[in-house]
Each structure stands twice: as C-alpha cells, then as structure tokens.
C-alpha cells in the first residue's frame, strides 16, 4: 500500500489525504455526534414528559390546598360573585353583565377586554379558583388585541 501510495503523483496524493481527513471527520461525526444529539432530542422529550406531570402535579396541589382551606369538604359552595368581581377587578376587567342562574352556574359578560387579559382569568378561573368554565364565547371587536365575552361558570364538583 505505502509503494502504491508513493507511486502517485502529488496531487493525487494530496486528494487522497484531503478525501481521508474529510471520511474521518465524517466518521468522527457519526460516531460522537449524531449519537450526542439524538440522546438530546430524547433528554428534551422527557423533559417536555416530565413539564406536563409537574403541572398535573401543581393542580392537584392547588386543589388539596383548596380542600384544606374549606376544611376538606370538597363541595363547599362559594359566593362565585364575589369570586369573580375580585379576579376581574384583580385583572382590570370590566363586567358589564353578572348573571346567576338557578343551576348555581354564572355567566359573566365583558366586552371591550384586552384578550390576553381574558385568557389569563380564565386559567386562574379553573385552576387557581377550582371552577369550571362551562361555556366561553369570545368575538374579535373592531380594536386589535380587544374582544367581547361571555363565559359561564360553574362550581367544581
């Protein structure tokens, strides 16, 4: 092999060194590298695994802590009114209509909101507050960011 190699001419022998170290580096890649990044890809997907199972965990938190607080009986009515005037106002909301109905359920009408605002009262709604969002109507107004909405609400359980 060493005759055959100094048996060439310059140039050949400078491609073949060139056309070595690039399958080297490529075999180096595909034996280190490739191998590091799929492990990453699985690491990142256990995560996002892992993510979700925290936050399942967090909710189920909130609601022991909540049971606690109504000193553990879990159907404990609430004055939801009141509930929703303080998490609104909290959030700067403006309810332009409250309106009870004789399932115990609310519904609650804001117009003219900041949309991100809504969305953010909602979740605390569900999963700070423990209620459930039986029914949400929400409509684009003619102002970007802003929209009208008609949510009904109800106790958990």
Known sequence: MKQWFAG??????LSLLIMALALGLYLLFMILVAPLDRARDSLAEQNHGVTQSLQRV???VSQILQLRANGGRPNAR???????????SALGLQVSRLQP????????RLENAAFDDIVTWLYQMEYRDGLLVREASIMQTGNP?????????????
Not at 8 to 13: A, I, K, N, V, Y
Not at 78 to 88: D, E, K, Q, V, Y
Not at 101 to 108: L, P, T
Not at 145 to 157: D, E
């Open 8 to 13: 060439l001419t310059q140039r050949e022998q």
């Open 58 to 60: 967090d909710m189920l």
């Open 101 to 108: 109905n004789s399932r115990g359920e609310i519904q609650v």
């Open 78 to 88: 609430r004055n939801l009114a009141g509930l929703i005037n303080r998490s609104t």
């Open 145 to 157: 960011g802003r929209v009208n909405a008609t949510v009904r609400l109800a106790q958990s359980g």
